[in-house]
């Protein structure tokens, strides 16, 4: 079967092969570092968000609480900037403005929030229980489909770490009234120290930077195959001009010799193999010449 190919049959056989298997090894070479950079960008995008709130959070707490916290007592409503949970919260519903981060969102799901604005949906409440069974894990980061695409998230657990916290969120009779009045005796107590009541969970939509990455794929496959495809028509003409059509050449020019026609030149001026093989032939043709001249003189 491969005996009975042509030349360039044969070569372009094994261009297609090569091509075939570098597009292939190429081409999923090339999905996974896509994915995985595009995964690593989505991913610092939430980090460096998480972060930020958690400064913002800080910043309520040490800066803005100290100033506030007197007014509690006298204000007939609470103020809630001194709570950094709202504070974060709120810095972020500003950030959703903008259009471009309108799909991201944090979130603090607690279990029993005093804000019912902070309650864990069914999702958010596995993670909490998650992070409540399991008090070593610092964090969980995975990927989710919801029905605005595909999101990545970052949680991480939210304690009661210090005893100053129980003021607000152990029995409503210590509480400031302010606090029952604005939030009611129902929500938000009886936590207990240490307790992880809460998860603080980022969420930014990564769905368009996977189409982004496949797109790219898309464009560097399309213009490798563009690529190969110019090269596989350039070989094939290389091929044709430099060796096939001169073999067919010589091929003709012995068949005619072979007849009897001993003025055929094999004229192939070309220093190359096919050029020397032309030249060979030529002396072959000369000794041949002589041969038959001297065999006819002897005959005479
Ligand atoms: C002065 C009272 C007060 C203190 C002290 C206080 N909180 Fe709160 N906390 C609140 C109020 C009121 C809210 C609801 C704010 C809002 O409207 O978003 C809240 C909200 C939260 C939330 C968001 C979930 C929810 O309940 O709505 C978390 C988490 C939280 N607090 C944790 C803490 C921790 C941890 C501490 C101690 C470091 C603490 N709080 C100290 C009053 C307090």
């Known amino acids: 079967m491969y005996k009975n190919l042509k030349i360039g049959t044969k070569f372009n056989l094994l261009l297609i092969l090569v091509f075939i298997i570098s597009i292939v090894v190429s081409g999923t070479a090339l999905s996974s ?41 006298t204000e007939p409503v ?74 990545f998230y970052i949680a991480r657990p939210l304690a009661v770490t210090q005893q100053s916290c129980l003021r607000c969120h152990s029995t409503p009779d210590v509480a400031p009234k302010s606090q029952l009045t604005t939030y009611g005796p129902n929500n938000g107590f009886n936590w207990k120290l240490n307790e992880i009541v809460a998860a603080q969970i980022i969420s930014v939509p990564s769905q368009e930077v996977f189409n982004n990455a496949q797109q790219t794929w898309v464009w560097i496959m399309g213009l490798l195959i563009g690529i190969f495809a110019i090269i596989v ?53 000369y000794s041949l010449k002589i041969a038959m001249e001297m065999l006819n003189q002897h005959s005479q």
């Open 33 to 73: 570092l896509l994915q995985q950079r595009a995964q690593n960008e989505v991913a610092a995008k939430a980090l460096i968000l998480i972060k930020t709130m958690n400064s913002v959070r800080k910043y309520t707490q040490e800066r803005v609480n100290p100033l506030v916290a007197p007014r509690l007592e």
């Open 78 to 151: 609470f103020i809630p900037e001194t709570v950094p949970a709202f504070s974060a919260t709120e810095v972020f519903e500003n950030l959703r403005r903008n259009e471009e981060y309108k799909n991201f969102l944090y979130k603090e799901a607690t279990l029993n929030p005093t804000n019912l604005r902070d309650k864990a949906d069914s999702f958010e409440t596995q993670i909490v229980e998650r992070f409540r069974n399991n008090p070593k894990l610092q964090e969980i980061a995975d990927f989710r489909n919801v029905p605005e695409g595909k999101v």
């Open 233 to 285: 028509v350039l070989i094939n003409f290389l091929i044709k001009k430099t060796v096939i059509q001169r073999i067919r050449r010589i091929e003709k020019i012995a068949q005619k010799v072979s007849t009897g026609d001993m003025n055929a030149e094999f004229n192939d001026d070309y220093k190359d193999e096919i050029g020397g093989l032309a030249a060979a032939f030529n002396r072959m043709k």
